[in-house]
């Protein structure tokens, strides 16, 4: 029976960004993806991207507070195949 995806954290430089279902090992490999790097570049929050070329990204499981917030945006949102993230900081230009 395979396990149930876990809610992870996505911090970026030590700072939790974002939040997603999904196994440990599909964390730690997205960490690893350019489009997501590259969408983390462009997104920007208080003016400033919320990544940068150098920037590390590290997953872990999310805490309570993180889980909640990806609860929230899961009720939300539209079913859909794509990856459902709830971000940790406020982006600009996204409607609250």
Known sequence: MP???????IEVNGK????????????????????LRSDLTELTSNGVPLCLP?????????????????????KEAK???EILFAYLVELDGMPE
């Open 54 to 74: 150098a920037s590390t990204l590290t997953s872990r499981i999310a805490n309570e507070g993180e889980m909640g917030t990806y609860r929230e945006a899961a």
């Open 16 to 35: 939790p960004t974002l939040t997603f279902a999904g196994h440990a090992r599909e964390a730690a490999e997205l960490c690893k993806e350019a489009w």
């Open 3 to 9: 396990k149930s995806p876990l809610i992870n954290t």
């Open 79 to 81: 079913a859909s195949d």
